[in-house]
């Protein structure tokens, strides 16, 4: 591809962003309000008491966090002194965060001590019982090598750890021009972040994005027409890719102002769709769903919203699409994975058709086809295939994983995405659902082999397969479809048990189907619809 795209990194957003837009507000979180300028000042705060931490180029820091002002900080931060950021989805619970922390070779991590109901210190001494026994910036840990520090957002010191207070008080130590130069080392080539999403090995894998992905979201704001007057109300995670580019990355390009809650709560958002005059909301069909089904869609003034994202295609998100525009506003379809960005997106003037029962037409620089999976033939239009993309938004690979990286990323730069799509005669293409074996859990990527092999260790299962069955409000949930151990009978509350506080919450089996042994084909492989089948007729599903 030529190399026109001016290359910058996230840490310049920031300043040009405070140069362009200063005073404007740029950032709204619970009734405090934040101008770009006073970003531009806490972001710096944030990068000089890292670097008075010692944290080095390219060292991992993991960001374990519920969306908050702080998110935005330390995403920034990290960007300006040239460090790697880790973001992990907050419904991780022990196990995942285990082999996320060990297998990104993090040098640090930053997270709260509680939210909620969720004691995230806990949890973090649990993996790591090293810390009630060791200065703050020097931990020795046997299963974590690389980790040298734990910082917490919280109201009190905690043994072993260091305050995000104290990080800040500690800034004014380090000398302005420490950054400045820190700053300008910075390549925009370099890896900016590695996102960890679900795949097919049995574990999630760590997509790693350079600082190129400036120009998918330059590209994307252009599409859907994102300016300074915009107003992006976040409630998805910021450790999302939707909520990450849509959000603090898209405000920094376009001085749109971006109104962040923690989470995602109906009420909430229509009230602030309301009450900050939100033009744009992002998500799922969950999302929308959630939204149109609650009392306050009737009494809320929501004539503000000018286009909202909604990722259509798959048959059980039209209807939901279709609805939105009548109850919420216009929409714009999208479909992007972490590996690629969001290259296929909707025109504002498109059809509803093409908006509703679509998933966009390609960014400038990426290329798409449609093939033969068991054949690499590219399929003629209105044929359904395996979806492949290439062009600059593509990932660097996935960290430490050369060969599933091959798997994924061929010689010719081709990403094969595991989707099932079809492209029509205008070019527009249409995501259809996975060819891989994988489930989309309201939004979320579950990994049956993932699930299945933590599952195994359960003492009353002798083997277990996990399938997707539909659900009226996610999509689907996970099934175990389990042969028990002789002797041991099991209910969907001893999966639950077995797999609370270890895994995330979406990824835990909602039903349990027992069978006496597996439907398989001649060769040996488990056939999955032939349980889909018989799950749907033992546990009196719907179909879709």
């Known amino acids: 591809m030529a190399d026109w795209f001016e290359k910058v990194t996230l840490g310049d957003l920031v300043d040009r962003a405070a140069g362009r837009f200063g005073d404007k507000e740029a950032l709204c979180f619970e009734g405090r309000r934040w101008t770009f300028n006073q970003l531009q000042q806490d972001i710096n705060r944030a990068a000089r008491g890292l670097l008075q931490l010692g ?111 104290d990080v800040l008080r500690q800034a004014e ?12 080392q910075v390549d925009p080539d370099g890896i900016a972040s590695i996102m960890y999403t679900s795949g097919t090995s049995g574990f999630p894998k760590g997509v790693m994005q350079s600082h190129r992905i400036v120009r998918m979201v330059t590209d994307m704001g252009n599409r859907i027409g994102i300016t300074e007057k915009d107003v992006l109300l976040i409630y998805l995670p910021l450790f999302h890719a939707l909520g990450l580019w849509q959000g603090p990355l898209m405000s920094m390009l376009t001085g749109a102002r971006m109104v962040l809650t923690t989470l995602f709560d109906p009420p909430e958002t229509l009230e602030l769709i309301e009450k900050e005059r939100a033009t744009r909301i992002f998500g799922f069909d969950t999302h929308y769903r959630d939204l149109m089904a609650h009392p306050d869609i009737e009494t809320r003034d929501l004539s503000s919203l000018r286009a909202c994202m909604l990722a259509a295609g798959m048959a059980s998100s039209e209807p939901i699409a279709r609805e939105a525009q009548k109850l919420i506003g216009p929409t714009i379809t999208g479909w992007g994975m972490t590996e690629c960005g969001i290259p296929l997106i909707s025109f504002l003037d498109s059809t509803e058709d093409e908006r509703c029962a679509g998933s966009g037409y390609p960014l400038p620089g990426f290329e798409f086809k449609v093939i033969d999976p068991e054949t690499g033939e590219t399929l003629p239009p209105l044929t359904t295939g395996e979806l492949c993309v290439r062009g600059h938004g593509v990932m660097q690979g996935y960290y430490k994983k050369p060969d599933e990286t091959a798997q994924a990323v061929n010689a010719q ?4 995405t595991g989707d099932a799509a079809v492209r029509d005669e205008d070019g527009n293409y249409r995501f259809l659902g996975r060819y891989k074996d994988m489930l989309k859990v309201g939004g979320e990527n579950v990994d049956a082999a993932e699930v299945e092999a933590f599952l195994s260790g359960h003492p009353g299962i002798e083997q277990v397969q996990i399938i997707g069955v539909p659900d009226s409000r996610l999509s689907e949930v996970p099934c175990a479809c389990v042969v028990p151990n002789q002797g041991h009978e099991l209910s969907v509350a001893d999966l639950d048990a077995y797999c609370r506080g270890k895994l995330a919450s979406f990824k835990i089996p909602r039903y349990l189907m027992p069978v006496p042994e597996f439907p398989m084909t001649p060769s040996g492989k488990v056939q999955k619809f032939k349980l889909l089948e018989m799950a749907l007729e033992t546990l009196d599903l719907p179909a879709a």
């Not at 130590?173 to 300008?184: G, M, V």
Request: hydrophobic share 40%; aromatic share 8%; proline share 7%.
């Open 413 to 416: 730069g081709w990403l094969h």
């Open 173 to 184: 130590a380090n000398p302005k021009e420490d950054l400045k130069r820190r700053q300008q």
């Open 55 to 165: 944290i080095q180029p390219g060292e991992k820091v993991i960001l374990w966090m519920p969306n908050r002002p702080e998110w935005v900080h330390i995403l920034f931060a990290l960007a300006k002194i040239g460090a790697v950021l880790v973001p992990i989805n907050t419904r991780f619970r022990t196990s995942d965060l285990e082999y996320v922390v060990r297998q990104s070779d993090g040098t640090t991590l930053i997270t709260v001590d509680r939210s909620g109901p969720v004691d995230y210190l806990d949890m973090v001494r649990q993996v790591c019982p090293e810390i009630e026994y060791s200065d703050a910036n020097d931990i020795h840990s046997e299963t974590f090598p690389e980790l040298k520090r734990v910082l917490i957002l919280g109201e009190s010191p905690y043994q072993g750890t260091t305050l995000w207070a």
